[in-house]
T-cell receptor, first 117, second 111 residues
């Protein structure tokens, strides 16, 4: 099946720094990617929809200036958490839709665990 | 009312037991339905799609009742490896590709 990678898998940073997370579709082109956040014992919460070549669409309550999304190519989307704070510590997961085929099929990356000290 | 509701459990069952999970959704225009499985500290993985006619994959059976806006997952002959959180997921209507996630139901299969 299709493969989506995320990098890094785990990151620990100091409060106030910025962290960039990459999401790559390895064997298909992804016109749409989604970024999710999951807190312990909570469900996945969609943060934003990333479309190649256009601005991301953010969900209500998600600060677009804090969570910068760039979908510069059909295989790469990046999420940058700017000026990270301890409350941003979470599990960040991306998913990708292929440009063709079954539009219901969404492929998930393995996630990035962010800890902000 | 939440868009997708599930009993969070936990469900503790012995090996070999049959266990059923239920899920309700609020948007009657929803088009597609799924069950995902998520292991601790891992990404969710698609278990199966859910169709109106019901579908079965080995020990797993999923059913959809559109009139009641209700989805179910039945696991027969539970294995230790079935221990995980099971997420009910609903896709929006039309061309909306967004997935709406339930909180998940935690299952622990005990020896």
């Amino acid at each position: 099946g299709a493969v989506v990678s995320q990098h890094p898998s785990r990151v620990i940073c100091k409060s106030g720094t910025s962290v960039k997370i990459e999401c790559r579709s390895l064997d298909f082109q992804a016109t749409t990617m989604f970024w999710y956040r999951q807190f312990p014992k909570k469900s996945l919460m969609l943060m934003a929809t990333s479309n190649e070549g256009s601005k991301a669409t953010y969900e209500q309550g998600v600060e677009k200036d804090k969570f910068l999304i760039n979908h510069a190519s059909l295989t790469l989307s990046t999420l940058t958490v700017t000026s990270a704070h301890p409350e941003d510590s979470s599990f960040y997961i991306c998913s990708a839709y292929p440009g063709t085929g079954n539009t219901d099929t969404q492929y998930f990356g393995p996630g990035t665990r962010l800890t902000v000290l | 009312r939440k868009e997708v509701e599930q009993d969070p459990g936990p469900f503790n069952v012995p090996e070999g037991a049959t266990v059923a999970f239920n899920c309700t959704y609020s948007n009657s225009a929803s088009q597609s339905f799924f069950w995902y499985r998520q292991d601790c500290r891992k990404e969710p993985k698609l278990l199966m799609s859910v169709y109106s006619s019901g579908n079965e994959d080995g020990r797993f059976t999923a059913q959809l009742n559109r009139a009641s806006q209700y989805i179910s997952l039945l696991i027969r002959d539970s294995k230790l490896s079935d221990s995980a959180t099971y997420l009910c997921v609903v896709k929006g209507d039309g061309n909306n590709r967004k997935l709406i996630w339930g909180l998940g139901t935690s299952l622990a299969v005990n020896p």
